[in-house]
């Protein structure tokens, strides 16, 4: 089982709705990633937060929200969103600097209508 | 800008054999390397991370080198078993993009045949 823990697993909406992917760890690291995966294609990055702060933006349209409420709890809202975000999005988590491993959950499957 | 490159795409062996999977990437100023495996529709398992400063990192039945002057790393994998198939990502993380961000190879899809 996974350490990295992602609610929901599914989630289909339509492009004016507003909704939330949460991912939950409990080992302690001070570092938490979203990335984004279509199919067939490897992870990008879209965000790192260390230590409850947002350190890492890679130029992600404004759409999608990041949010840091704690050191064990790191969200993504999602707003007006398009087909093409239709994708796996994956959470990870890390000790803290880079000569860590990253730690990945198993994602949330979107789907945009 | 950071390149990793990882052959083959695929791969089709029978069970038991010994496999070898490559990454190589263009800049050798990386922190680590680390490889990892991806089952359909699941998330990212970490296999082996290697330091810079390490030459390879052994897990059970894998093996991980790294050559960082030639800007190279294989992930050896001795007597495969159906439950190894799986797509195999390397990843770096290096100097230029930051300790945090990890670039990442397009994979191997390995398929191991009972």
């Known amino acids: 089982d996974t350490e990295v823990t992602q609610t929901p697993k599914h989630l289909v909406m339509g492009m004016t709705n507003k909704k939330s992917l949460k991912c939950e760890q409990h080992m302690g690291h001070r570092a938490m990633y979203w990335y984004k995966q279509k199919a067939k294609k490897p992870p990008e990055l879209m965000f790192v937060?260390?230590?409850?702060?947002?350190?890492i933006n890679e130029s992600v349209p404004s759409r999608f929200s990041p949010e840091c409420p704690n050191s064990s709890l790191l969200n993504l809202h999602l707003h007006a969103l398009q087909p093409e975000d239709s994708a796996l999005y994956l959470c990870a988590s890390s000790q803290g600097e880079g000569d860590q491993p990253q730690h990945f959950g198993d994602g949330t499957r979107l789907s945009i209508l | 800008k950071q390149e990793v490159t990882q052959i083959p795409a695929a791969l089709s062996v029978p069970e038991g054999e010994n496999l070898v999977l490559n990454c190589s990437f263009t800049d050798s100023a990386i922190y680590n390397l680390q490889w990892f495996r991806q089952d359909p529709g699941k998330g990212l398992t970490s296999l082996l991370l290697?330091?810079?400063?390490?030459r390879e990192q052994t897990s059970g039945r894998l093996n991980a080198s790294l050559d960082k002057s030639s800007g190279r790393s294989t992930l050896y994998i001795a007597a495969s078993q159906p439950g190894d198939s799986a797509t195999y990502l390397c990843a770096v993380s290096g100097r230029d993009q930051g300790a945090q961000k990890l670039v990442f190879g397009q994979g191997t899809r390995l398929t191991i045949n009972p």
């Open positions: 290697i330091q810079s400063s390490q």
């Open positions: 937060y260390s230590y409850e702060k947002l350190s």
